[in-house]
């Protein structure tokens, strides 16, 4: 008889997860447990009756890097080629990102104009920047805020504007109290490796192991001859979650909906899996929750380790949808950010008819085209500005955000569709010493030989193809070799912003359940 794997949220890491099950040449017995009542997680689009589609979280998918290929493998394989909808690295939203800054619009720089002179809201040509991070020693330290760290290879101006309004766009977060180490691994990498964050990402230092094995898909093939930068579906991103649940269903997967888990033990060498109305046991649980999540969940005697689940924060993000008929933006681009010395409620603006001009569906006026747009607001800072995530009005974040486009753009109309989702703790914050943490959390499941896989957001990468690798990764030890394997998948974060991040996704090109 097959072994069980219990897994536990439905959102795309435990959709990723089942299906890498599932394919195995010896499938386990496979169960997935989702709380709420659709599975997804944080892949939620709306579709209006006139074809408009609008993301309520990630809104595009990278393919760089060996994680991009893989997502796009499960793509082509799923039968999601034909409802690819592709950027190329030469469109607008590809080549143009804006900071809002004194009250103004900037472009971020680009070229060789901004390395020899000064190009707003910066005050003095990167080329001095450039030169900082090019004499300053190696830092020493085993972890570093990525405001302290930026500050001390490039200058207080690249930190306080760039990497701040860098983090909130890609981790809705804190620049002062995120991880270099584990929020921007290339970076830390580089300055240890080179002794110089730009010579250590210049020069070649080898491949990781993995990186170039195995046949490219076709798929990624395409997307590196076309040049992409981000995909998204025809039918939004949440079409990928539909076509995950449609593809392990009826190979075998017990899919459950409305299964919250409550209690986490073990007994008799098996786990028990207490849900609200029924009770299961399993050989095997792979943990997709949240990390508080999970830590509600475990058993007395696994304290430590709810202990180090505890300490891992997540950020609050309201996404507000919008629809203007007949508007314009006053520029073209992917959308842009805004440092928090400007303004912390409000964290950037994405242009979403500029990359995706395929969801904006049938005008319902003939030659007013409409334009979609999305205002994220919170983060980090969200209590401060609004309150209690769960208790808030949402008239008041909708008009905070038709007064930030008002402002920022100049669309001081009625739209003609609103849609405002609180999206609570929907993104991880790895704060200082979370690597630390990642090491205490394997060892205690190393030393209590406790058959339990952590996958997800929550530990080593946000971003869509961050949570499918660690799903793999952890797939590929559990049926690699009896007993089956514990552990946290030891997938390392995408190192540049996307737009895939599952409530933030503005930054530039890199960041749920």
């Known amino acids: 008889m097959p072994p069980t794997v219990a897994v536990v949220g439905g959102g795309i890491s435990g959709l990723a997860a089942c299906y890498h099950l599932v394919r195995a040449p010896r499938p386990p017995k496979v169960v997935l447990l989702e709380a709420s009542g659709r599975f997804g997680g944080w892949l939620q689009s709306t579709r209006t009756p006139e074809g408009a589609v609008f993301e309520h979280g990630p809104r595009g998918v990278r393919p760089a890097g060996p994680a991009g290929a893989e997502t796009l493998h499960m793509v082509s394989e799923l039968g999601l080629a034909g409802d690819i909808l592709a950027v190329p ?62 500050r001390r290879r490039f200058g207080p101006e690249v930190a306080e504007v760039a990497v701040d309004s860098l983090c909130r766009g890609v981790f809705a977060g804190d620049s002062r109290a995120l991880s270099v180490r584990s929020c921007f691994p290339a970076l830390f990498q580089a300055e240890r490796r080179r002794g110089s964050v730009l010579l250590g990402l210049a020069l070649p230092h080898g491949v990781a192991a993995g990186d170039g094995a195995g046949a490219e898909a076709a798929l990624a093939r395409r997307a590196r001859a076309e040049r992409w930068s981000q995909w998204s579906l025809r039918g939004g991103m949440e079409s990928l979650a539909r076509a995950l649940v449609a593809f392990v269903s009826p190979r075998g997967a017990e899919l459950r909906c409305h299964a919250p888990l409550t209690h986490l033990c073990r007994r008799r060498g098996r786990w028990q899996l207490t849900l609200p109305d029924a009770t299961i046991t399993a050989d095997h649980v792979v943990s997709a929750l949240p990390a508080a999540a999970l830590a509600r969940a475990l058993p007395a005697e696994a304290e430590p380790l709810a202990r180090e689940l505890r300490a891992i924060p997540a950020a609050s993000v309201a996404v507000v949808n919008l629809q203007y008929e007949g508007a314009a933006l006053p520029v073209t681009g992917f959308g842009h950010l805004v440092p928090s010395s400007e303004d912390p409620a409000l964290l950037g603006i994405v242009y979403d008819s500029v990359a995706f001009p395929e969801h904006d569906g049938t005008p319902a006026t003939p030659g007013r085209p409409s334009l979609r747009l999305t205002v994220m607001l919170g983060g980090a800072w969200f209590r401060q500005s609004f309150g209690d995530p769960a208790v808030v009005a949402p008239e008041l974040l909708l008009r905070r955000a038709r007064a930030a486009v008002s402002d920022h753009l100049g669309l001081a109309g009625t739209p003609a569709r609103a849609i405002v989702r609180v999206q609570q703790d929907c993104i991880p914050q790895y704060t200082l010493g979370h690597w630390e943490r990642l090491e205490r959390i394997q060892r205690f499941l190393k030393e209590q030989e406790l058959p339990l896989s952590l996958i997800g957001a929550s530990y080593s990468g946000v971003s869509v193809n961050d949570c499918i690798a660690s799903a793999k990764a952890a797939v590929g030890r559990i049926l690699g070799s009896p007993p089956l394997n514990p552990g946290v998948s030891p997938r390392v974060p995408t190192p540049h912003p996307t737009p895939s991040s599952p409530g933030v996704p503005l930054g530039r090109q890199r960041r749920t359940k």
Do not use: I
Not at 132 to 142: E, F, K
């Open 89 to 150: 690295r030469g469109h607008p939203a590809s080549r143009n990102r804006f900071l809002y800054l004194g009250g103004a619009l900037h472009p971020l720089p680009s070229g060789l104009r901004a390395l020899l002179r000064a190009v707003p809201p910066f005050s003095r040509a990167l080329l001095w920047s450039a030169l900082r991070d090019l004499l300053t020693p190696a830092g020493t330290g085993p972890d570093e805020s990525a405001h302290a760290f930026a």
